[in-house]
């Protein structure tokens, strides 16, 4: 995608899953790319990879200023980086909110607080990593469906304040995708196998969703074809959540 060259791209939790698969997709687009994680994969280059505990404000401010200093200033944010917690409400203690709010939350925040005067100059595009689960609560993760609206919420608000500055901020809503988190989510049914294979019947597509289905999306949304488009909340589902409960093949 010729929009990508040469961009220069903040990408967080780029070592494994959707984010390893961003990082991917941005290199092979010919992007400049930091990203971060709390442990370094072996095999990221020409990748720059921090080491990074996003709950701690320190850690991105070291973030930023690296990413900056290897590629000169930044272009693209991809929000990626998140924490998936399988409690109800009554079941969450307070170090499982400080986990998984200081990551999918304030960390999705300050990073773009850090990251936006940087781009007021020249503009930029700004991707966070939302779900269906923001409207479509899934069973037992009680806050992690609550952290998903505050990134739908943030990324409109981001689009009308700085729109005006060439920032452009657009969301991604991942359906069930192949990655660990999704298995976690599975592995709450009694049967995990039976509940992926159901899962797979009530999705359209016929198919899980793969890390590539959400990273070609966002490739598209941080490059210059999509210089018209901002504010949105993009579903990348399969279109599981656009139909019925019933699936009459299923009986």
Same mark, same amino acid.
């Given at each position: 995608?010729?929009? +990508?060259?040469?961009?220069? @791209?903040?990408? $967080?939790?780029?070592?494994?899953?959707?984010? #390893?698969?961003?990082?991917?997709?941005?290199?092979? =687009?010919?992007?400049? /790319?930091?990203?971060?994680?709390?442990? @370094?994969?072996? =095999?990221?280059?020409?990748?720059?990879?921090?080491?990074?505990?996003?709950?701690?404000?320190?850690?991105?401010? $070291?973030? /930023? #200023?690296?990413?900056?200093?290897?590629?000169?200033?930044?272009?693209?944010?991809?929000?990626? @980086?998140?924490?998936?917690?399988?409690? $109800?409400?009554?079941? $969450?203690?307070?170090?499982?909110?400080?986990?998984?709010?200081?990551?999918?939350?304030?960390?999705?925040?300050? +990073?773009?607080?850090?990251?936006?005067?940087?781009?007021?100059?020249?503009?930029?595009?700004?991707?966070?990593?939302?779900?269906?689960?923001?409207?479509?609560?899934?069973?037992?993760? @009680?806050?992690?469906?609550?952290?998903?609206?505050?990134?739908?919420?943030?990324?409109?608000?981001?689009?009308?304040?700085?729109?005006?500055?060439?920032? #452009?901020?657009?969301?991604?809503?991942?359906?069930?995708?192949?990655?660990?988190?999704?298995?976690?989510?599975?592995? +709450?049914?009694? *049967?995990? %196998?039976? %509940?992926?294979?159901?899962?797979?019947? #009530?999705?359209?597509?016929?198919? +899980?969703?793969?890390?590539?289905?959400?990273?070609?999306?966002?490739?598209?949304?941080?490059? *210059?074809? %999509?210089a018209f488009v901002t504010g949105q909340c993009y579903t990348v589902d399969g279109g599981l959540t656009v139909a019925t409960p019933l699936r009459p093949t299923l009986f």
């Open positions: 995608m010729a929009g +990508l060259s040469g961009k220069r @791209a903040l990408i $967080t939790g780029g070592g494994r899953g959707i984010g #390893r698969a961003i990082v991917d997709r941005f290199l092979a =687009d010919g992007a400049q /790319v930091v990203t971060c994680g709390r442990g @370094a994969p072996d =095999d990221l280059a020409p990748a720059v990879f921090v080491t990074a505990d996003l709950t701690r404000q320190q850690d991105i401010d $070291t973030l /930023v #200023r690296r990413a900056v200093a290897e590629m000169g200033g930044i272009d693209i944010l991809v929000n990626n @980086a998140g924490v998936q917690i399988e409690k $109800t409400v009554t079941d $969450t203690t307070d170090a499982d909110w400080d986990l998984l709010m200081g990551v999918n939350v304030a960390a999705v925040f300050r +990073l773009c607080r850090a990251v936006l005067p940087i781009m007021s100059g020249s503009g930029g595009a700004i991707v966070n990593l939302g779900s269906i689960s923001a409207d479509h609560a899934d069973p037992e993760m @009680a806050i992690y469906n609550a952290s998903k609206g505050f990134v739908h919420g943030l990324t409109r608000s981001i689009a009308v304040d700085h729109g005006a500055q060439g920032i #452009r901020c657009n969301a991604v809503c991942p359906g069930w995708i192949m990655t660990e988190m999704a298995d976690a989510g599975f592995d +709450l049914a009694q *049967d995990p %196998a039976a %509940a992926r294979r159901d899962a797979v019947a #009530r999705t359209p597509a016929g198919r +899980l969703g793969r890390p590539e289905d959400v990273a070609n999306l966002i490739a598209w949304l941080c490059g *210059d074809e %999509a």
